[in-house]
């Protein structure tokens, strides 16, 4: 059973930035469309990256122009460069395969807030 372990959050104040780390364990990392997702309090979680296998990327609108998804299939690794963040990304922040296939890992918690 793949595990997803996810890392890099923390507190940030608006116009920050940070980079999350998302290592999958125990599968073909590479073949999967990989994606990362966000789940504020009272609201269901939401897709706001995914990346190819070949690195093709798409993103949310609300997140287009600050967010960028990268991998690096030799490490299973995906990331998360956010910038510019805005209180309204405070949430925990998950990967998965997208759509996501595979058990949730814990999650990393970021809180955007002066």
């Known amino acids: 059973q793949v595990q997803l372990v996810e890392s890099g959050g923390g507190l940030v104040q608006p116009g920050g930035s940070l980079r999350l780390s998302c290592g999958a364990s125990?599968?073909?990392?590479?073949?999967?469309?990989m994606g990362w997702f966000r789940q504020a309090p009272g609201k269901q979680r939401e897709l706001v990256a995914r990346?190819?296998?070949?690195?093709?990327?798409n993103y949310a609108d609300s997140v287009k122009g600050r967010f960028t998804i990268s991998r690096d299939n030799a490490k299973n690794t995906v990331y998360l460069q956010m910038n510019s963040l805005k209180p309204e990304d405070t949430a925990v922040y998950y990967c998965?395969?997208?759509?996501?296939?595979?058990?949730w890992g814990q999650g990393t918690q970021v809180t955007v807030s002066s």
């Open positions: 125990g599968r073909a990392f590479s073949i999967y469309v």
């Open positions: 990346i190819t296998s070949g690195g093709s990327t």
């Open positions: 998965n395969t997208s759509p996501a296939i595979w058990n």
